[in-house]
């Protein structure tokens, strides 16, 4: 946003000083043009004068000196002719039969006085051509052509337009502070605020923004911290509640458990078939409850990596996943499932390993429970883009298309997975700890029939080392 605004402040400050020193600049070569053309037909008009004295008097003695003098002392030639175009005197190198002077010549002999055109500037060189016609009205008695150089003047404009040109640089950059200053002072209190939200978000508790700037968002931050404090104390009452009945119910659980195993041998063969079923019912439980403080410890873990740099996490996907898928092999076997786990090369993942080994304990689990005996589980990984994916691929009956978009969900399970082990919060156990990360989970069909699952994370910037570890 600073960037923003910058940009459009510094735009408005370029206009400005354009606007400024544009027409200055043009205002000060006019003005310097004027005044070297006004002082050389000044001294035009003296020559005319004294040309025209000797025109009548028949002696240009005082005029070949004045001549002489002003080209000695100022290199400028001068050339003075009488009615008849013969040259009365001559200086300077410039001749009355040079084509450019024989035109302004002419011109002066019709009483045509002829001034340069154009303004200076200071790359401007060469000389400028004046001419004047001596005597008045119709008596004209001759001409008087001055060449005028105007590097003098082209020096002086220069000189003006560095001075502009340097006024108009400590103005913008005089503005360019201000302009820093001043949207530090709005923009600054916007990125505290911006990263208090984000904490907040994260489910994290939120550090006071501190009030500054305008009025309005002194205001708005004054109401963000009254909200915060807010949401804090009710997710901390969250958390709390969340671990303090886990702890309480786990002594409960406990406690019945051992009293149920304890009536075990006083229990009747009738009584066999309740007795399994109470303590399957309390199995449920302690898994219900452990995916629960699972599931917890997950989003707070993911809300974490949301405001913190997890970008040094690194581990080889392909050591992490054949490991797991070797420690589920007995289970596979057990189940009648035939694991597989397809070698290939490293996969540097942005993800700690142990985070990893989480979401592929969940993935394995779920492919071994619900494919069922005589199907086969395969787990490959492989880059893609930059991507690093993990798949675990299943021949089993899989999911209806319907429900596929369901697979995530908290709680939810299939219709005709309802008698299979499970309390339906793995998958979104993993959900989170990939979420954490910057990857996502994707759910699809297999073929012939099976379910794809795909953990996609962000693949790391540098290689993983041999060993499976990861900072987390």
């Given at each position: 946003m600073r960037t923003r605004v910058l940009t459009v402040v510094l735009a408005f400050v370029v206009l400005a000083v354009a606007g400024f020193a544009v027409p200055l600049l043009g205002v000060t070569a006019t003005q310097r043009t004027e005044q070297l053309v006004a002082a050389r037909t000044a001294d035009l008009d003296r020559f005319a004068g004294l040309a025209e004295q000797a025109a009548e008097s028949g002696d240009s003695g005082i005029l070949t000196t004045e001549v002489s003098r002003y080209t000695e002392l100022y290199g400028e030639a001068v050339v003075v002719v009488d009615a008849r175009r013969a040259p009365v005197t001559q200086t300077g190198g410039m001749r009355a039969a040079d084509p450019a002077v024989a035109r302004l010549v002419d011109a002066a002999l019709r009483n045509q006085p002829v001034s340069p055109g154009g303004i200076l500037r200071p790359w401007s060189r060469g000389d400028k051509l004046l001419?004047?016609?001596?005597?008045?009205?119709?008596?004209?008695?001759?001409?008087?052509?001055?060449?005028?150089?105007?590097?003098?003047?082209?020096?002086?404009?220069?000189?003006?337009?560095?001075?502009v040109l340097a006024g108009a640089g400590l103005f913008a950059v005089a503005c360019v502070l201000l302009a820093r200053a001043a949207t530090r002072w709005v923009v600054r209190p916007l990125h505290r605020l911006d990263r208090a939200v984000g904490t907040l978000a994260a489910g994290l508790p939120a550090e006071h923004a501190r009030a500054g700037g305008p009025p309005e968002l002194r205001q708005l931050a004054t109401g963000f911290n009254r909200m915060a404090d807010a949401v804090t104390t009710a997710l901390e009452q969250q958390r709390r509640l969340v671990a303090d009945t886990s702890h309480q119910l786990r002594n409960p659980l406990a406690a019945l458990r051992l009293r149920i195993d304890s009536l075990q041998p006083r229990l009747p063969d009738s009584a066999t078939r309740t007795y399994t079923g109470v303590t399957a019912e309390l199995e449920r439980m302690e898994h219900l409850l452990d995916d629960l403080l699972a599931l917890a410890n997950a989003e707070h873990r993911a809300g974490e990596l949301a405001v913190a740099d997890g970008s040094q996490a690194c581990c080889d996907a392909t050591a992490v996943t054949a490991a797991q898928a070797q420690l589920w092999h007995p289970v596979a076997e057990q189940d009648g499932v035939r694991l597989e786990s397809s070698p290939g090369p490293a996969v540097p993942v942005a993800c700690a390993a142990a985070e990893l080994a989480q979401v592929a304990d969940i993935l394995l689990d779920n492919a071994i429970k619900y494919a069922g005996s005589g199907a086969r589980v395969e787990t490959r990984c492989f880059t893609e883009g930059p991507d690093a994916v993990f798949e675990v691929r299943d021949d089993g009956p899989g999911l209806a298309t319907g429900e596929l978009s369901q697979a995530g969900i908290r709680f939810w399970r299939s219709e005709r997975h309802?008698?299979?082990?499970?309390?339906?919060?793995?998958?979104?156990?993993?959900?989170?700890?990939?979420?954490?990360r910057g990857g996502r989970v994707e759910f699809a069909a297999a073929e012939p029939h099976g379910l794809r699952v795909r953990v996609v994370l962000p693949r790391a910037e540098r290689a993983a080392s041999g060993s499976q570890g990861g900072a987390s």
């Open positions: 001419a004047r016609p001596v005597g008045t009205g119709t008596r004209v008695s001759g001409a008087v052509v001055l060449r005028a150089s105007v590097r003098a003047a082209a020096d002086d404009i220069a000189l003006r337009w560095a001075l309802r008698a299979v082990r499970g309390s339906g919060l793995g998958l979104a156990i993993a959900e989170q700890l990939v979420a954490g």
